[in-house]
C-alpha cells in the first residue's frame, strides 16, 4: 500500500466529518430520532438543488441556506402531519423524506443535468478528490502547510457544533431527557429541537461535497449508539462518540486501501468503507462491550438504565 | 418521385414498428409498475398499521450488499452477472439480514427501535456502495445498470425481467388476500391472537416476507430510496377516508396503483424525468389531498366536525342552563316558560359576554331562543322541549355516575358534562331503564345556585 499525504488529507477530512456529526448525533440518539439524522441527509437534496439553481455554484453560503432551510423544514413538515394528521412519527417522517427526496432528484435531473450536481454526488460524496482541492494555510520559502479545502468546511461545522452545543450543553441535556421539565423551566425544548435539526442539516451539507451523505447518517448514529452502549453518563458518552467516529474514519480509509487487494479487486470507496467500519465497532461492542451479548450469561438482569 | 415515395413508405414502416414495440413495452412497464404500487399499498398498510412503517426503509437498504455480492459471485462463477432472479436474490437475503439484525439489537441491547433501524441502514448501505464500487471493474462484466437500484429505472428492465416481476407480484398479493384475517387480527391485537393460539411470530415473519418480496421486486423501478414511500405514502393516505380495514386496503392498492401508473407512463413518455420521484410525488400529492379532506380522518373534516360538536355543546349548555335558571326561580312545578335576563344566564355558568352572544347568536338561528325588546331572552316552544330533554338526560347521567361510579354528587356536574352531549336516544332508554326512572322529571341530585353559579352538595 502507497501511502501518501493524499491519505494523510482523505483521512483528516473523514475524521473531521465523523466527528462533527457524532455531537449531534449523540442527542438525536437521546431524543430516540435517529431516523430524523437519515430523513434530514435526504431531504437537504431540493434545498440543495433550489441553491444550486439559484446561485450557479456549488461552493456557496447559499448552498447552507437552502440545505438548512430543507432539514427544518422536513422536522416542521413531520410535526405537522403527526399532530394534525395524526399519523404515526415514522409514517410521518418517511413520507416527507422520500417527497423532497423526489422533488429534489426531479430538480436536478431537470435544472442541473449536465452540470456537476447529482444525486450520486450527495450520496456518496467524493471524498478521494479531495486533495485535489487544496487551500494554503501557511507559506514561507520553506513551509508550505496546506490542506484541503473540504477539510476546512467540515472542520468548521465540527468546531460550529462543539460551539452550539458547549454554549447550550444544559439545555441540551434537560430538552433532550425531560422535555417537560424543560418546558415549565423556561428552555423552550421547541427552539432546542430544531435549533438540533439545523445542526444536522448544517453538518449534513458541510459533509456531502466531500463525503456525502452516506458517511453523515452513519456516523450521526452509528458511534452514538456504540458508545451508548458502553457508559450512561452523558460526557462520557459525547466523548466516547467522538472517538469512536474518529476511529470508523480512520479504520474506513485503512481497509478501503487494504480490502480491495486482498479480494483481487481494483478498488472501493472510501465513505462507504468509513460507514462499514463504524457497523463493524458496533459489532464488536455489541459482542463483547461491557454489557455484551457474549457476556449476557455471567450477569444478572439490570434494571433499565437512569443517564 | 418514387424513390422518395419508397423512403418515406419504409420510414413510416420503421417508425410504426417501432411505435408499436414501444407501446408493448411501455404496456409492460406500465403494468407492472401499476401492479408493484397496488401490492406495495396493500402490504404497506399492515406495516403502517403494525407501527414498523420505517422498517421498510432499513429493509430496502440492506439490499445493497446483496445485490453488490451476487453481481460479484454470479459474474465470478462465470453466468450473467446481471440476472434479476439472481441479483434478486441476494438482496433479498441480505434485506431479511437486515431485519432480523434490527429485531436483534433492539431485543438484546439497551437501544431502541430508531436507532437499532439507523445503524442497519446505515451500515449496510455503506457496504453496498462500497462493495458496488469494488465489483464495478471487474473484467468482462459491465456494472452499469446497477446503479438503477439505488435511484430506480423501469426503463432498464427487460422482458422477461418483467414477466417474473409481474408473476411475483401476483402471487405476493394473493397471499397477502388470503393471510387478511390473521394479519388483520396481528395488527389489531397481538396478544389476543397469540393466546388465541395464532402463530403471531410466524405470521410476523411471514408479513415481514411480503415486504421484502415487493421491496426487493420494487427495486429495480422505483430505487431503494423511495421504495419505501411505496409502502407508506398510499398507506396512510388511504387510512385518512375511512376506518374500515377492507375499505383501507382497497384504497391503498388503488391510490399505490395509480401513484405507480402515472409516474411509470410520465417517465414513458418523457425519458428524462426519473420514475420513482414522479411516482413518489403522484403519491405525495394524494397524501396531500387526503390528509386535508379524507372524511373519516382528514384534518378539514375532523375540524367540521369539531366545530359541529362545539356549536351542539354550547347550545346544549345554553337550553340547560335557562331550564335551571327557570327551576330555580319558580316554586311551583311544572314550571313555566319565563323570559330571564342575560345577566342572570352569565352568572350561571360563567359565560364572557362574546361568548353568550355567540352561543344565543347559534341557539337563535335554530330557533330554540327568541329574544324579548326588554334585552331578556326567552325560549322558543321547542327550545323548551329540547332544554327539559337535555337537562333531564344529564341529570339522568349523573344519578347513573353517582350510582354506579361512585362520583361524589357535588362533583358529578362536570363529570356528566363531559359525555352528556354524545348520548342518543338508545343510551337514555338503557339509563331509564337501569336507574328505574321514567318519569318526565328528574330532579337535580345537587343544589343548583343559580345566584352565585356554584353547585353543592343538598343540605339535607
Redesign the interface.
Known amino acids: 500500500m502507497n501511502w501518501t499525504v493524499n491519505d494523510l488529507h482523505i483521512i483528516l477530512v473523514g475524521v473531521l466529518c465523523a466527528m462533527a456529526c457524532a455531537l449531534p448525533g449523540v442527542f438525536l440518539?437521546l431524543r430516540?430520532?435517529?431516523?430524523m439524522?437519515?430523513a434530514i441527509s435526504?431531504a437537504v437534496l431540493p434545498g440543495l438543488a433550489v441553491a444550486f439553481l439559484v446561485s450557479g455554484s456549488r461552493a456557496s453560503w447559499w448552498m447552507f441556506f437552502g440545505a438548512a432551510l430543507a432539514g427544518v423544514l422536513t422536522a416542521l413538515f413531520t410535526q405537522w402531519?403527526t399532530k394534525?394528521?395524526?399519523?404515526?412519527r415514522?409514517?410521518?417522517?418517511?413520507?416527507v423524506f422520500?417527497?423532497l427526496?423526489?422533488?429534489g432528484?426531479?430538480l436536478i435531473?431537470?435544472g442541473a443535468?449536465n452540470v456537476d450536481l447529482d444525486?450520486?454526488c450527495v450520496?456518496?460524496g467524493a471524498l478521494e478528490y479531495t486533495p485535489l482541492n487544496l487551500v494554503t494555510l501557511f507559506e514561507t520559502e520553506e513551509f508550505l502547510i496546506q490542506m484541503p479545502h473540504a477539510a476546512l468546511v467540515t472542520g468548521s461545522a465540527l468546531l460550529l457544533n462543539i460551539l452550539i452545543i458547549g454554549i447550550f450543553y444544559k439545555e441540551l441535556t434537560l430538552a433532550s431527557f425531560d422535555a417537560g421539565l424543560a418546558e415549565t423551566q423556561g428552555f423552550r425544548p421547541k427552539v432546542i429541537h430544531y435549533l438540533l435539526m439545523t445542526m444536522v442539516a448544517v453538518t449534513t451539507v458541510a459533509a456531502f461535497e466531500a463525503v456525502g451523505s452516506?458517511?453523515v447518517?452513519?456516523m450521526?448514529?452509528?458511534p452514538p449508539?456504540t458508545a451508548?452502549?458502553i457508559t450512561r453518563r452523558l460526557p462520557l458518552l459525547i466523548g466516547l462518540s467522538l472517538a469512536l467516529a474518529a476511529t470508523s474514519a480512520i479504520l474506513g480509509h485503512l481497509s478501503?486501501q487494504a480490502?480491495?487487494a486482498l479480494?483481487g479487486?481494483?478498488?472501493?470507496?472510501s465513505?462507504?468503507?468509513?460507514?462499514?467500519m463504524?457497523?463493524f465497532l458496533?459489532l464488536l461492542v455489541?459482542l463483547f462491550g461491557p454489557?455484551g451479548?457474549l457476556k449476557?450469561q455471567s450477569r444478572e438482569l439490570v434494571a433499565?438504565?437512569t443517564l | 418521385m418514387s424513390d422518395v415515395s419508397v423512403i418515406a413508405s419504409f420510414d413510416f414502416e420503421l417508425l410504426w414498428e417501432t411505435l408499436f414495440l414501444k407501446t408493448y413495452n411501455t404496456r409492460l412497464v406500465v403494468v407492472s409498475v401499476t401492479l408493484l404500487g397496488a401490492a406495495a399499498g396493500l402490504i404497506g398498510s399492515f406495516l403502517l398499521l403494525r407501527k414498523q412503517s420505517l422498517l421498510g426503509d432499513a429493509l430496502s437498504h440492506a439490499t445493497l450488499p446483496g445485490i453488490g455480492i451476487a453481481f460479484a459471485l454470479m459474474s465470478a462463477l462465470g453466468m450473467n452477472a446481471k440476472s434479476l432472479p439472481g441479483l434478486l436474490a441476494g438482496a433479498t437475503i441480505t434485506g431479511l439480514l437486515g431485519v432480523l439484525l434490527v429485531l436483534a439489537i433492539k431485543r438484546t441491547t439497551r437501544l431502541k427501535e430508531d436507532a437499532a433501524m439507523g445503524i442497519v441502514l446505515s451500515v449496510f448501505f455503506g457496504l453496498g456502495v462500497a462493495i458496488l464500487r469494488m465489483v464495478q471493474k471487474i473484467p468482462g462484466q459491465s456494472s452499469a445498470g446497477l446503479e438503477s437500484f439505488i435511484y430506480g429505472k423501469p426503463a432498464s428492465m427487460i422482458a422477461s425481467d418483467r414477466l417474473f416481476i409481474i408473476v411475483v407480484l401476483v402471487i405476493t398479493t394473493f397471499a397477502c388476500l388470503l393471510l387478511l384475517k390473521e394479519f388483520t387480527l396481528l395488527c389489531f391485537d397481538t396478544n389476543f391472537a397469540s393466546t388465541e393460539g395464532w402463530p403471531t411470530l410466524t405470521l410476523d415473519i411471514l408479513l415481514m416476507a411480503l415486504v421484502t418480496a415487493v421491496t426487493v421486486i420494487g427495486l429495480q423501478a422505483v430505487g431503494l430510496i423511495l421504495i419505501i414511500a411505496f409502502l407508506i405514502t398510499p398507506a396512510t393516505a388511504a387510512r385518512f377516508w375511512t376506518n374500515n380495514l377492507r375499505h383501507m386496503l382497497w384504497l391503498a392498492a388503488i391510490i399505490g396503483a395509480v401513484s405507480g401508473w402515472l409516474g411509470a407512463s410520465v417517465s414513458a413518455l418523457l425519458p428524462k424525468l426519473p420514475a420513482g420521484a414522479i411516482i413518489v410525488i403522484a403519491a405525495a400529492v394524494i397524501f396531500l389531498i387526503s390528509m386535508i379532506f379524507g372524511r373519516a380522518r382528514g384534518v378539514l373534516p375532523r375540524f367540521l366536525r369539531h366545530l359541529d360538536l362545539q356549536r351542539k355543546v354550547g347550545r346544549q349548555h345554553i337550553l340547560r342552563s335557562t331550564y335551571e335558571i327557570l327551576e330555580n326561580t319558580q316554586e311551583s312545578h311544572p314550571i313555566q316558560n319565563l323570559p330571564i335576563s342575560m345577566d342572570l344566564l352569565r352568572k350561571h355558568r360563567y359565560w364572557s359576554k362574546g361568548e353568550l352572544a355567540k352561543v344565543i347568536r347559534q341557539a337563535r338561528s335554530e330557533d330554540h331562543i327568541e329574544r324579548r325588546p326588554t334585552g331578556e331572552i326567552c325560549l322558543s316552544e321547542s327550545g323548551f322541549g329540547e332544554a327539559s330533554r337535555i337537562t333531564r338526560n344529564h341529570r339522568l347521567w349523573e344519578l347513573y355516575l353517582i350510582k354506579h361510579a361512585d362520583i361524589a354528587p357535588s362533583h358529578v356536574d362536570r363529570d356528566a358534562d363531559m359525555v352528556e352531549h354524545l348520548l342518543g336516544a338508545e343510551i337514555v332508554r338503557q339509563l331509564e331503564a337501569e336507574l328505574d326512572l321514567e318519569k318526565p322529571i328528574v330532579e337535580s341530585p345537587h343544589v343548583i345556585n343559580t345566584e352565585l353559579g356554584l353547585q353543592s352538595e343538598p343540605t339535607s
Request: net charge negative.
Open positions: 440518539l430516540r430520532m435517529s431516523m439524522g437519515d435526504h402531519i394534525f394528521g395524526k399519523v404515526e415514522g409514517a410521518a417522517m418517511g413520507i422520500t417527497t427526496f423526489a422533488i432528484l426531479l435531473e431537470q443535468g444525486a450520486g450520496l456518496y452516506i458517511i447518517i452513519a450521526l448514529i452509528v449508539a451508548f452502549l478501503s480490502l480491495p479480494l479487486l481494483p478498488e472501493t470507496m465513505s462507504g468503507m468509513m460507514a462499514t463504524s457497523g458496533f455489541w454489557q451479548l449476557k433499565p438504565p
